[in-house]
């Protein structure tokens, strides 16, 4: 039924020494940007599907599981590369943002914590699945599908929502 694609970008940043958290986005289209209780609850709901370790509801897709921890080492390592450096000093260390099949953003959140860590993808699929009708199907390109897919099968994460869900890799990430 739709077509989306996530990734975060790590350009747009912002000092933590500036107070006023300026808006740059118009007050009619702040309803793009996800809210900060949204991040939390998805980070919540992340961490109790982890600690239960549920299971069921997805099957995991094909992928050696050597291949997987490989792919999950190599991004480990860039998401954490330059970290360091800008500890305390950014504020915001980047965005993520969901889009339609055409580049118009869909949903945007601020990232605050070092990397794309899986907690913001979760919120963006769920803020789209609640404008949708349970029955949609939703294919979404993200870069590292295969850790993503991984994780929504070994912690039953999207239950009510990975039925419907079809995760692809962009191929510029498969070499």
Not at 46 to 71: F, I, T, W, Y
Not at 162 to 169: D, E, G, K, N, Y
Request: charged residues 20%; contains cysteine; aromatic residues 6%.
């Amino acid at each position: 039924d739709v077509h989306v694609a996530i990734d975060g970008n790590f350009t747009h940043t912002r000092y933590s020494s500036v107070d006023d958290n300026p808006t740059i986005i118009l007050l009619s289209e702040l309803s793009l940007w996800l809210t900060e209780a949204e991040l939390e609850s998805a980070k919540k709901h992340m961490a109790e599907c982890k600690e239960g370790n549920g299971r069921g509801g997805r099957q995991q897709a094909h992928v050696p599981e050597g291949s997987l921890d490989h792919c999950e080492d190599v991004h480990k390592v860039v998401r954490d590369h330059g970290n360091e450096t800008a500890k305390g000093v950014m504020a915001l260390k980047g965005l993520m943002a969901m889009v339609c099949h055409y580049n118009v953003p869909l949903f945007i959140c601020d990232i605050t914590t070092p990397g794309e860590q899986c907690f913001y993808l979760i919120a963006l699929i769920h803020k789209l699945a609640s404008l949708l009708l349970l029955t949609a199907t939703i294919g979404l390109l993200y870069n590292i599908s295969c850790l993503l897919d991984r994780s929504i099968a070994k912690h039953n994460l999207i239950p009510e929502i990975a039925p419907h869900l079809s995760l692809a890799t962009t191929t510029f990430h498969a070499y």
